[in-house]
């Protein structure tokens, strides 16, 4: 009774405070022994959450079956140990999960020892071969696995092809994720992390269709198992998200629109994570989806709201994720000529995310933006200081490449200008060079996707914010 007294009294407190839970329990005979007390108590509610979840959890299943037969094989009843190695072994094979089988080997060899059978060598042998070859097949997985992890690390730190070297190393890299053997023959998992290896390749070269269909394909894998998708949210959630990205930039709001529709939401019910992965993934394709739809009185509003909303995850929150959500929230503001808040969003990126492993391009762009804001408010004199400033910190990242440069230059001599006009004209020379240099140095062009300079400046000699300069392009196109 003193575990479930304890229970209650953390239960009933707001927020997790040792100071104090000692104050509630002073009275308690367990008072002196807490820290054992509640270690036991946690250990009990590790059991009663794994048996709970375990009618839901497949992976749970399986090391349930083999630890049950592990005791009926110590208590010589090998029939029914043979029983829950089948079920376990079952399991297993329905997902692809190699290891599990080999552990089933390993429990299930003393049963062919100890029954004495006929013929129980040969069976013994049989079943050995295949346990070799289960742990081939582990073997392949990993190797797959490993070169995955090096395109996915890419894809997550850099994003975008910076010069020829990349362009080289990502050739050789898909070399051998190509010439990987076992993925006809391979599962789910297989099928998944080649696929995805195809479309992320196609997402660095740009070439949006490809990646779009080999994204669609991985979707339709995992709406092919809606066992896994209940067992895996957080991992089908972040495929929504890869999908969703490439239909943004494909410029494709319905794919987007039909999957928010249709998602399951009581698959969220046993998993704290895959209800923020959703929310946050959700919450920034939603206003992705206004923006395509041209909803832009109600696109800040949104984002505010959904500012709060992620302040009430605390350290729940990835904070990568949210600060991917500041920098959306900045570019919204900065396209409505929001200069201040978006200066608050550049401060917090640049400020907050050191230690986290936020993308060197966003990095980059943030300070970059940082200095068009200043720029626009009228903040001339912090201005010579700051381009000095970003110089130094992309020198020491290795990201000053020549359009940073370019802009670093032009931008400088603005801090120069004695007038308006004067200013106008460096921007609009800094417009036909930019333009210039991506037809000389292609790679280039890559960061522009990132630091949207460009279209600002278009905006601003035009007088207009970036939104309607959109608006005028796009009624002028039609």
């Known amino acids: 009774m003193l575990y479930v007294k304890l229970f209650e009294v953390i239960d009933a407190l707001p927020d997790y405070d040792e100071t104090l839970l000692q104050k509630q329990v002073r009275r308690e ?103 070799q070859q289960d742990l081939q097949n582990l073997a392949d997985f990993h190797q797959l696995m490993a070169l995955y992890l090096r395109l996915y690390h890419f894809w997550r730190k850099q994003r975008i092809l910076r010069s020829s070297e990349d362009a080289i190393w990502l050739d050789e890299l898909m070399a051998e994720i190509r010439a990987c053997q076992s993925v006809e023959k391979g599962g789910f998992s297989w099928r ?23 994204m669609k394909a991985v979707v339709d894998l995992w709406n092919e198992h809606p066992r896994i998708i209940a067992q895996q949210p957080v991992r089908y959630i972040n495929t929504l998200n890869n999908f969703f990205s490439i239909c943004v930039r494909s410029e494709k709001p319905e794919p987007i629109e039909y999957y928010i529709e249709k998602f399951d939401e009581q698959i969220l019910e046993y998993h704290e994570m895959a209800r923020f992965s959703h929310f946050k993934v959700f919450t920034l394709f939603r206003a992705a989806i206004m923006e395509m739809r041209h909803q832009y009185g109600d696109l800040l509003p949104f984002l505010e709201k959904a500012d709060q909303q992620y302040q009430t995850f605390g350290s729940r929150a990835n904070p990568v994720d949210y600060m991917m959500f500041k920098v959306n929230f900045m570019i919204y503001c900065f396209m409505e000529k929001q200069y201040e808040k978006a200066l608050t969003f550049a401060d917090d990126i640049i400020n907050l995310s050191s230690g986290i492993d936020l993308r060197q391009d966003v990095r980059a762009a ?35 490449y020549a359009i940073e440069r370019l802009f670093l230059k032009y931008f400088n001599k603005l801090t120069q200008c004695p007038d308006r006009h004067s200013e106008n004209t460096l921007l609009a020379d800094l417009l036909a060079k930019t333009e210039q240099l991506t037809q000389e140095k292609p790679f280039e062009a890559n960061f522009l996707e990132t630091f949207h300079f460009q279209t600002w400046i278009q905006a601003h000699l035009a007088g207009m914010s970036i939104r309607q300069w959109q608006n005028r392009t796009l009624n002028r196109a039609r």
């Open 366 to 400: 943030a300070r970059l933006y940082r200095l068009i804001f200043h720029y626009e408010l009228g903040n001339t004199l912090l201005l010579e200081y700051a381009i000095r400033s970003v110089r130094r910190y992309l020198e020491k990242e290795g990201q000053l």
């Open 192 to 214: 998944n992390m080649y696929l995805t290896c195809l479309m992320i390749e196609r997402f660095i070269r740009n070439d949006d269709e490809s990646a779009f269909e080999y």
């Open 29 to 131: 005979s367990f008072a002196k022994h807490l820290a054992a007390t509640k270690n036991y108590l946690f250990q009990l509610v590790l059991c009663s959450l794994r048996a709970y979840h375990q009618h839901h959890n497949d992976y749970l299943r399986i090391n349930a079956h083999i630890e049950y037969a592990e005791l009926l094989v110590e208590r010589c009843l090998y029939k029914a140990a043979q029983t829950e190695l089948d079920k376990a072994r079952q399991i297993a094979q329905t997902q692809n999960l190699d290891l599990k089988l080999v552990e089933c080997f390993h429990v299930e060899r003393p049963i062919f020892l100890e029954t004495g059978f006929a013929d129980w060598e040969n069976t013994l042998f049989v079943a050995f071969d295949q346990a």
